[in-house]
């Protein structure tokens, strides 16, 4: 089971948060992309970009934080992070 557990942050307060579980036998990488999809949905946002800086954060620690410069338009709130809390 995979499971990707993600939270918008304004002020340091969670504003809201989910987690999304992937049962497919897709790749680490597309479980992720379609996780964010999923969150970007259900939290009615566009797809963060991912900056080198999001890509080494996430290889390190599993988890990133996508702020407003990862967005093209402006977000109302401070950031979204997401964490892998679970992997096959």
């Not at 680490?28 to 992309?33: G, P």
């Not at 800086?53 to 093209?72: G, L, M, P, Y």
Request: charged share 30%; glycine share 2%.
């Amino acid at each position: 089971m995979f499971r990707l557990w993600a939270k918008l942050f304004e002020n340091n307060h969670m504003l809201r948060d989910t987690v999304i579980c992937d049962d497919s036998n897709e790749t680490r990488t597309h479980k992720v992309f379609h996780s964010i999809e999923e969150v970007c949905y259900q939290f009615d946002l566009g797809k963060p970009i991912w900056l080198d800086a999001n890509v080494t954060e996430f290889q390190r620690h599993s988890k990133a934080r996508f702020r407003q410069d990862n967005f093209i338009e402006k977000i109302p709130f401070d950031y979204l992070e997401i964490q892998i809390i679970e992997e096959d």
